[in-house]
């Protein structure tokens, strides 16, 4: 797991060299760098670049490679197919247990498989303080990576004074009593659940949904070690196929020969302007000489609050938007996201591009308000919407990745398709939010020719018929917001 290393002293560097350190730094990870920018949309394009001199100047060559996990060596912590698996279960029954809850199970799925990568098993005490204060940890060879969720897991007094002296203990399911993994080398610590819900959310303000469902009913202590789970983690759910790990995901792209990989993460049914923002991100690569960008369409697939569209419902929805060519199947990759979902704006998404790092991304799209939500008591958004592209642009650990913030996409009245928002003639465009999205549905009214594929709003009015009850007013129609 990655450990607390000692800090440079800065005290007697000038502000000038540090600036030359980070550049230099930032230079050893690009290799190389394209840039280009409009009045609407700001890329940073880096990559591997080769340097070719002829006779007509300096030429640059984009070369293909995906970029390098996070501490150098993607990390697996599924015990492998064998008599040592077995070995494994029949130790863990002879250890102290501590359940897990589903949320907990969650985070033992993205432990396991690499996207927290270095780390290799839930926070000990070190790992969470530099979490919480510094949204990064500093390894031993004192290079940073990104971090900014706390990866934990709380015990309650019971459970602390069950375990004693044991240095082990075995991770079970509560729902299955199933056990799931051994944690080693185990540290507890006290779970300052105040302390942490004000650093990651910026607000102790009461109804968060994770604060709801996972930290304000969870005991006082926390419980850190080294993970070893004992087979890979399956649902059951007929989805565990799109549930590719980062070591498959990178598998897959080098099998698809891509040469830039640019993630798309959402908790919602694609509607035309996402896909406008994802082709158009694809093209503007080729133009950057890219040959063959792959996108990652990857939407989280963890505990999300509960007015939320579920995660089966969206996958349907995702594979209509293929079968009717809105997006390319060839060039695009559809994946789960195994992690739970905060709501935690600026703090959540470096969690999200982070983790895509490791999945092989090196380009990440960000739209307004990522990560974001309703202030759960004052009518205004909990995030300012413009934070998370920009403390994404700024996070420690993330300089190699590069960010492609949204260009603002609405339907256009005059063309009657989603298009990017010219302000020049403003009065033309209509913003449909996802509220009134899900209102149209829920009323079986169709929305403005060209938002959504017709098999994808199929697909989503089918999830809300399925909430009402067959003897329901067919006539009863919700208001839909402006």
């Known amino acids: 797991m990655a450990s607390l290393a000692k800090f440079p002293n800065y005290t007697n560097q000038t502000l000038d060299s540090r600036r030359i350190s980070h550049l230099h730094s930032r230079t050893k990870a690009f290799h190389g760098q394209i840039s280009f920018r409009n009045s609407n949309l700001s890329f940073n394009l880096s990559s591997n670049l080769n340097s070719k001199r002829s006779s007509r100047g300096m030429r640059m060559v984009v070369s293909a490679s995906l970029i ?36 907990d199970v969650e985070w033992v799925h993205v432990l396991s498989e690499g996207w927290a990568s270095p780390l290799r098993g839930f926070m000990r005490e070190a790992e969470f303080l530099q979490t919480l204060h510094f949204n990064s940890l500093r390894l031993d060879d004192g290079s940073v990576v990104n971090m900014s969720v706390p990866i934990v897991l709380a015990i309650d007094d019971a459970t602390k004074q069950s375990i004693g002296d044991s240095t082990k203990v075995a991770l079970v399911d509560r729902r299955t009593n199933k056990i799931v993994a051994i944690l080693s080398d185990i540290e507890i610590y006290k779970h300052n659940k105040e302390e942490m819900i004000a650093r990651t959310w910026g607000t102790t303000a009461p109804g968060l949904p994770y604060i709801e469902e996972a930290i304000k009913s969870s005991g006082n202590w926390l419980i850190g070690g080294d993970l070893e789970v004992i087979e890979p983690i399956k649902y059951n759910d007929g989805l565990d196929n799109y549930r590719l790990s980062p070591a498959q995901l990178r598998e ?85 996201f195994p992690s739970p979902m ?43 919407a413009d934070h998370g592209k920009k403390v994404l642009s700024m996070a420690p650990g993330l300089e190699k990745l590069n960010i492609l913030p949204f260009r603002v996409a609405a339907y256009d009245t005059k063309k009657k398709k989603m298009d990017f928002f010219d302000p020049s003639r403003k009065d033309d465009f209509l913003f449909i939010s996802g509220t009134k999205m899900r209102t149209l549905a829920k009323n079986r009214e169709s929305p403005p020719d060209g938002f959504m594929c017709p098999g994808g709003w199929k697909v989503l009015v089918d999830y809300y018929d399925s909430l009402t009850p067959p003897e329901t007013n067919p006539k009863f129609r919700e208001a839909v917001p402006a």
């Open 252 to 336: 897959e792209f080098e099998k698809r020969g891509a040469d830039a990989v640019f993630a798309f993460q959402l908790r919602n049914p694609v509607h035309n302007g996402h896909a406008l923002l994802m082709t158009d991100t694809r093209r503007r690569l080729l133009e950057k000489g890219y040959k063959n960008p792959i996108l990652l369409l990857h939407p989280l697939g963890g505990f999300t609050k509960a007015d939320d569209v579920p995660l089966s419902w969206r996958m349907k929805q995702h594979q209509k938007v293929l079968e009717d060519g809105v997006l390319n199947p060839d060039s695009t990759v559809v994946s789960i």
């Open 68 to 103: 390098e996990p996070d501490g150098g060596k993607l990390v697996d912590l599924v015990v492998p197919v064998g008599p040592t698996r077995e070995l494994k279960r029949r130790q863990a029954e002879r250890l102290p247990r501590v359940e897990l809850e589903r949320i």
């Open 342 to 384: 905060h709501y935690a704006g600026p703090t959540e998404v470096q969690w999200h591009a982070k983790a895509r790092i490791n999945a092989g991304a090196n380009f990440y799209i960000v739209g307004r308000d990522p990560a974001g939500m309703s202030h759960p008591i004052e009518k205004r958004d909990l995030y300012d």
